[in-house]
């Protein structure tokens, strides 16, 4: 199985990143692991520019985080206050089916 994959900006259509990966449809999830690394890998500047990524070094490693306060201000902004009473209560089902319920 092969999966391309493109990075395209959303506002410019510029094409941003493109690539190929190859495995077995067993290995689907660990493709999909993979295109994720590589397409944040190249555009860490971008992300770190942004905030949306932080970072701290450990000797000679820079490791990288995902910086939570803008993807929240994010879901504040786009995922309006009419949302999230359907949004808990498709939360709260989606527990009680699969019996993650605490209370």
Known sequence: MR???QLIHATSGAHLWADRFDGSL???F???DKVAR???AKH???LEEA???SWKRRGREKLHFINPVPINEIAERWVSKFERPR???LSE???DLEGERDD
């Open 3 to 5: 999966i391309s994959a």
């Open 26 to 28: 067993a290995d689907i």
């Open 30 to 32: 660990d493709l999909q």
């Open 38 to 40: 590589q397409a944040v």
């Open 44 to 46: 860490l500047a971008v």
């Open 51 to 53: 905030n949306l990524v």
């Open 87 to 89: 949004l808990r209560a």
């Open 93 to 95: 089902l989606k527990k």
